[in-house]
């Protein structure tokens, strides 16, 4: 069989000494420097992108992939133990992750994460080796009313994750959608919302918003608090998952493996909505929906397995049609025109020892991490034991300064600042930050997509209806919504009922 | 059935304080994003979208969302909730350090502005007494120097500058 075929070049290809070496090396660097919080996958592969210039093309691909899931994996860690998401799609395993930390269960929780991951990632990259060329196939037949719909779609799920209230999430999703818009619109060029400031021309970066509403404000809610936080030392109980725990996790795990496989491939946001929709359909699935929140397993390893498969799945857009799914990918695209590599249909056939190595290396990066991960975690365990009052300024500093290596910019700083304000003030008013990171990702997007639909057809809205693929995701979305509006209208209107 | 006083009566009732505000934020949020676009930005039609066009409704629908959370807040049968009490004095210590960094790392490079971030941030700890703070604040000078500029080959204006 063909698959076998390839999948026999890219293991010979990618377990030579010299790349399996630099395999290690990059998950090594990617995992050390993905832990630290403020410094996420897109600015560590820009900080080491350089060093994999002088390296033959297909290990200093293979060093990037490594350096990729490094930081994956060390941002999850960040974002179990510090409530930090380090990348995008962390922002989900920061609500259940840092809960089962605060439980006392981090070395579970991490554990969890380690294996959830590595499980999507084998997943997908067979995925990956086997449906390439037809997986593509379907993403051509998402034209932009598709693509709206979906992140319509995505958004609305995203609303489930919000314990507190519906329309409080759609206001934050809302939110992060107008936050999205600033900046230069792209159709037009015509700068928004930028008050003069230049810096803003170029929109307010992902990162130092999310680090802001969550780790600046958290240690702001931290110092407040007099009796200090994380009673974690006291409660550490066993470093890896217990009995229950792991079958609570298991059917997520593969849940969220195949919600990411399929959900990574369409570019643009595929990580991030695997996660949220994996975290989403996990609660929806549950008989104890309320144990999410509070540090539910499978909360924990839905979305860790998901964003993990999409990330393997991303490649897919990438290696096959040339698009990069996201900023990584981007670079990675720089990083092959670089060695001369033209990213498309063609590299497959001109190339592949490259594809195919790629491919294999992907799974063999994924099992070092899983090893390096592993025993590990009773190390980064212990780093909760760290007085807060140590802990806390070394965050603050490594966050400021992953927040200016952005862009060399002190104006993502004060931004960076001004968004801990609003972090601290959302947390006193209990709105939740998660779905306006999800509108703050997605409202470019979902603006460009909507705009090109309604060009296509001169300014017709059925047009999200009457094409199918898009109007049975509408479709699903407005089911969604009434299945999450129809219980608290019914509990409202039985309380009127009784207070008349 | 009189409900001449209904408006006072609702509002002496609110008990969902946090959403009262959240609402309140939102409805101004949503009305000022669709005000600048109004004024500023072309609006454009549906084919023909303008700059204006995705913020301006967007800010529509967030100012009714909020409306309704705001609604919903003063409702008879609304949960109980209270805003906590903000803490003035640790939030604007940590947003100071943040902004003084940022202030101080052009001018005075990066060893002085850690310093004084991690000086003014201690203040906010009511734990970390200053001595550890200058302590901490030296060793977090010598770490991120080693890791961001020697290990990651990243640069920094690393002392002052006068001119």
Known sequence: MEFFDHLMLGFSVALTMENLTYALIGCTLGTLVGVLPGLGPVPTIAMLLPITYVLPPTAGLIMLAGIYYGTQYGGSTTAILVKIPGETSSVVTVLDGHQMACNGRAGAALS??????????????????AFAPPLTKIA????????FSLMVLGLIGAVVLASGSLSKAVCMIMLGLLLGAVGTDINTGVVRYDFGIIELQDGIDFAVVAMGLFGLSEIMANLELKDLRIKVASKIGSLY?????IREAAPAILRGTAIGSVLGILPGGGAILS????YAIEKKLSKEPERFGKGHPAGLAAPESANNAGAQSAFIPLLTLGIPGNAVMALMVGAMLIHNIQPGPQVIKSHPDLFWGLIASMWIGNLMLVILNLPLVGIWVKLLKIPYMFLFPAILVF???????LNNSTVDVLLFAVFGCLGYVFVKFGCEAAPLLLGLVLGPMLEENFRRALMLTHGDFSTFITRPISGSLLAIALVLVMLIALPSLRNRRNETFEEA | MCRGNMGGAALMKLKNRQDFWSGLMFVAIGLGFSLYSWLKLRLG??????????????????AG?????LRSAMAKGATETFVGKFDWRVASLIVASVVLWAILLPHLGLFVSIFAMVVVASLASHELRFGTAVLAAVFLMLFTYLLFVRGLGLSFPLWPTFR
Do not use: D, H, K
């Not at chain 1, 998952?241 to 725990?245: F, H, I, K, L």
């Open chain 1, 241 to 245: 998952p217990n009995r229950q725990e």
């Open chain 1, 399 to 405: 966050c400021t300064i992953g927040v200016y290596t």
């Open chain 2, 65 to 69: 969302t909020g409306s309704i959370v």
């Open chain 1, 112 to 129: 969890l994460a380690a294996v959830g991951s590595f499980f999507a990632g084998s997943c997908a990259t067979l995925m990956v080796a």
């Open chain 2, 45 to 62: 039609t549906a084919a023909e979208m303008g700059p204006g066009y995705f913020p301006f409704w967007v800010g529509l629908v967030l």
């Open chain 1, 275 to 278: 996660a949220f929709a994996a």
């Open chain 1, 140 to 147: 051509f037949a998402f034209g932009p009313a598709e693509y």
